[in-house]
């Protein structure tokens, strides 16, 4: 018997974003175990030929947009079994008997606070957590930790969201870990020399960092490394609103520090294959689908020891997990990442089995039911 379940999310395939791609994988597979599914989102692409009936709410003015996808969730709010939602403050509107789950992935007010300048842009998720400093911050924590509370369940893709979530209020018996995943990858067979000419690299020790360009993802902080290690080149993969700001500080680097830009995701594999490693130094990570992707096709990753990163990366088994911010170890990981780049490269499948797509779809499917009346 099919069981209805209203998606209400705020992006969506094709749009990027964590929420977006982890919909568009998972949804066929949760049909496959007796969902009947509607999404709604905002958005302008074009329609495409789903397996399901997808609602887009145009970004107009947020008065008018936010009426428009409220008056849009009312049927599907009395036609579900189950709301699966995917970011905080959607205009859910009306009375519904149907119990709600949230999936979160980080935290929203902390990211509003930080773009909004309510907070200095250098600090990070954990502090904030434990800092009050103004009526903007507290509203937006209070908002956030109030309708966290009232879901029915929660969702997270790590044991550090679980602890973070709980911090809000939220009952652990309530919270739910179900770690991310990657569907199947492309089977990439080029070797790390072939990848490097199919891109024109030379054989310079070479590091890769992909990320949205934001001041927590501590590209700024590899680039500082870099101005002490005059052999090692750094690729950075991604766009986003810190791009100026890192390219001037790259400047004195020009020759070593190279940006690529927004780059289609199936060049990503042949950058992290053509590289000795990834880094990724940021001061927030819920559980990365980038440190996922590196490993799952045999490169060693350099990680923050901060968020879910500890969760996926072992130290000096399948790669290097250093403090943030610290530079002087940041450049020592830097150079263990390089230096025993073989050997963690023969390990990265050490633990990957906890990450699989069918274990993800399953016990997301498992979790999911048991909100089922």
């Known amino acids: 018997m099919l069981s209805n379940l209203f998606i209400a999310t705020g992006i ?195 590091v890769l960092t992909v990320a949205r360009l934001h001041p927590w993802k501590g590209v700024d902080h590899l680039i500082t490394a870099l101005q002490t290690m005059p052999d090692i080149r750094l690729v950075v993969a991604g766009d986003g609103p810190d791009m100026s700001r890192l390219q001037s500080l790259a400047k004195p680097l020009a020759d070593r520090v190279t940006f690529l830009g927004q780059v289609p995701h199936e060049q990503i594999f042949i950058l992290m294959r053509a590289s000795d490693g990834l880094a990724l130094y940021s001061g927030y990570e819920g559980l990365s689908h980038t440190i996922l992707e590196s490993l799952t096709i045999g490169t060693p990753v350099l990680a923050s020891h901060k968020g879910g990163n500890p969760e996926v990366v072992q130290d000096d088994v399948n790669g290097v997990l250093v403090p943030y911010v610290d530079i002087p170890a940041l450049c020592d990981g830097i150079r263990r990442l390089l230096d025993n780049r073989d050997r963690y490269a023969e390990n990265t499948q050490v633990g990957m089995e906890r990450f699989t797509f069918e274990s993800m779809v399953e016990q997301t499917d498992k979790t999911l039911k048991l909100f089922l009346g």
């Open 12 to 206: 969506f395939h094709p749009e990027s974003g964590g929420p977006a791609t982890y919909l568009h994988e998972i949804l066929p597979h949760l049909q496959k175990r007796d969902w009947d599914v509607r999404l709604l989102t905002y958005g302008d692409s074009p329609l495409t030929d789903y397996p399901y009936p997808v609602t887009r709410i145009p970004r107009q003015m947020y008065p008018l947009r936010r009426m428009n996808y409220g008056m849009a969730g009312r049927a599907n709010l009395s036609w579900a079994d189950l709301v699966y939602i995917h970011t905080i403050d959607l205009p859910l509107w009306g009375n519904h008997a149907a119990p709600c789950v949230i999936k979160i992935v980080g935290d929203q007010a902390w990211e509003r606070c930080v773009r909004k300048g309510w907070i200095p842009p250098n600090m990070n998720i954990d502090d904030f957590q434990h800092y009050d400093s103004n009526w903007q911050m507290r509203w937006q924590k209070q908002s956030r930790s109030k309708q966290v509370q009232a879901m029915d369940g929660v969702i997270v893709p790590s044991v550090y969201l679980k602890k973070m979530v709980m911090g809000w209020g939220v009952s652990p018996d309530k919270v739910h870990v179900v770690y991310n995943a990657l569907p199947k990858q492309p089977d990439l067979t080029l070797s790390q020399a072939d990848a490097r000419e199919q891109l024109g690299w030379d054989d310079r020790p070479t």
